[in-house]
C-alpha cells in the first residue's frame, strides 16, 4: 500500500484531495499521512484511513451538536441500500435528505450528496424527482447558509421528563445561523405546533420571514402560560405546519442591531 500511495502521489500531478475509505480494521500508521503531506504539499486527508487527517467525513448519519469542531463533510446517498445504482433500490423521503441537509450546514458543514447512475449513464427517475424537489427548496433557503454561521448556542432547549408528579416542558429543537443582524432558524425537525420559542433570547426583530414562501410571520417577546415563572421570551407564531408538512421551514429574523449571544 505505501507503494501505491507514493505512486498516486508522484506520477500525476498536483492532487487536491486523497480520500481514505479503508479503515474497517482500525489500523493506525501516521506515518502514511506524513509522507502524503511531504509529497504533495497543502493536500487535504480525510479521517477513514490509518491517521486522523484533517476533516471528518460522516456517513448516512447527523452528529449530534449546534456546530462542529473540526471541518467536516457529510456523505449521505439518495439510495438507502447502495452508494451505486441498484435496480431494486429503496429511497430516502425527500424531507428526509432535506432535514439531514439542513442541519449539516447550519451546523458549519458541507454536504455530499450521491447519486448512482444507471448502465447506460442516465439519472433513474426517482432521482431526478428527489434532485428536483430538494433543489427546489435548497433556492428557497440558501441565503441561511451563504455567508452564514453557526450560531445555535444562543439558544436552548427544555424537555419534558417526568420525575414522579412533576415534569419539565420539551420545546421544539431548533438550529440557527447567523449573518451580522440577521438570525435564521433551522427547523431541522417537525415542529411540535403554530409557534416556537426562541429561549433565551429576547429582542423583538423588526421583521420575521418564513424563507420557503416569503410569508410574514407574527413575532412577540412575551410570557406564555406554562412559562408563567419566567421572563418573556421571543416568541414566533402563524407556522404552516400543516401546510408545509414535506419539507424543512427556515425562517429569517431581521434585527435593527446586533443580538448578544
Request: aromatic share 10%; net charge negative.
Amino acid at each position: 500500500m505505501r507503494n501505491q500511495v507514493r505512486e498516486l502521489c508522484t506520477n500525476y500531478g498536483p492532487i487536491y484531495q486523497f480520500f481514505w475509505d479503508v479503515n474497517v480494521a482500525a489500523y493506525e500508521d501516521p506515518s502514511l499521512n506524513d509522507m502524503i503531506r511531504e509529497l504533495q504539499p497543502g493536500i487535504l486527508i480525510n479521517d477513514r484511513g490509518p491517521g486522523r487527517g484533517d476533516y471528518s467525513t460522516p456517513e448516512r448519519h447527523v452528529p449530534e451538536g449546534g456546530a462542529f469542531t473540526r471541518p467536516t463533510e457529510a456523505c449521505q446517498a439518495l439510495g438507502r441500500e447502495s452508494w451505486g445504482y441498484k435496480e431494486d433500490e429503496d429511497y430516502y423521503s425527500h424531507q428526509f435528505i432535506m432535514q439531514s441537509m439542513d442541519k449539516i450546514l447550519a451546523m458549519g458543514g458541507n454536504y455530499l450528496l450521491n447519486v448512482g447512475p444507471k448502465p447506460d449513464g442516465t439519472i433513474a427517475q426517482e432521482n431526478v424527482e428527489a434532485l428536483e424537489r430538494i433543489g427546489a427548496w435548497y433556492r428557497t433557503v440558501r441565503e441561511a447558509f451563504d455567508g452564514a454561521v453557526p450560531a445555535s448556542d444562543m439558544v436552548f432547549r427544555d424537555e419534558i421528563v417526568m420525575e414522579g408528579s412533576s415534569r419539565r416542558m420539551v420545546r421544539d429543537e431548533v438550529l440557527l445561523t447567523r449573518k451580522g443582524n440577521t438570525l435564521y432558524v433551522h427547523l431541522y425537525k417537525d415542529p411540535q405546533s403554530t409557534s416556537i420559542l426562541l429561549k433565551p433570547l429576547d429582542v423583538l426583530p423588526r421583521k420575521a420571514t418564513l424563507l420557503n414562501t416569503g410569508e410574514t410571520l407574527e413575532t412577540r417577546v412575551d410570557t406564555v402560560p406554562w412559562a408563567w415563572r419566567e421572563k418573556p421570551y421571543l416568541r414566533i407564531r402563524g407556522l404552516p405546519v400543516n401546510r408545509l408538512t414535506d419539507s424543512v421551514m427556515v425562517i429569517k429574523l431581521e434585527f435593527d442591531e446586533s443580538v448578544s449571544e
